[in-house]
Nanobody, 121 residues
């Protein structure tokens, strides 16, 4: 059974940083791309970042470039999202998702339950 468990969310002040983690199990982690997707209160889903099976290719939404860094540790079956210079508009539930294939641009088939990030003073 595929399981994705996010952690690391919480309350942070504007300009602060957080690192999210996603622990994966139930599949061969290093065979698949992974992605981060977020949902702000009252808004739809927004793709954040996608990373290929070996971390060789990483993609970001334009508004996250230069502030967010996605990485993975295949030995630990874990995906990370380092978020810096956080803004109030980054407040959202952040989900990790497993890709269909080794590259992230083919879409996602399994999702975690999410972790809430609140950016507020």
């Amino acid at each position: 059974e595929v399981q994705l468990v996010e952690s690391g969310g919480g309350l942070v002040q504007p300009g602060g940083s957080l690192r999210l983690s996603c622990a994966a199990s139930g599949f061969t982690f290093d065979d698949y791309a992974m992605s981060w997707v977020r949902q702000a209160p009252g808004k739809g889903l927004e793709w954040v970042s996608g990373i290929s099976w070996n971390g060789g290719s990483i993609y970001y939404a334009e508004s996250m470039k230069g502030r967010f860094t996605s990485s993975r540790d295949n030995a630990k079956n874990t995906l990370y999202l380092q978020m810096n210079s956080l803004k109030s508009e980054d407040t959202a539930v952040y989900y990790c998702a497993k890709g269909f294939y080794a590259e992230p641009y083919y879409g996602m088939d399994y999702w975690g339950k999410g972790t809430l990030v609140t950016v507020s003073s």
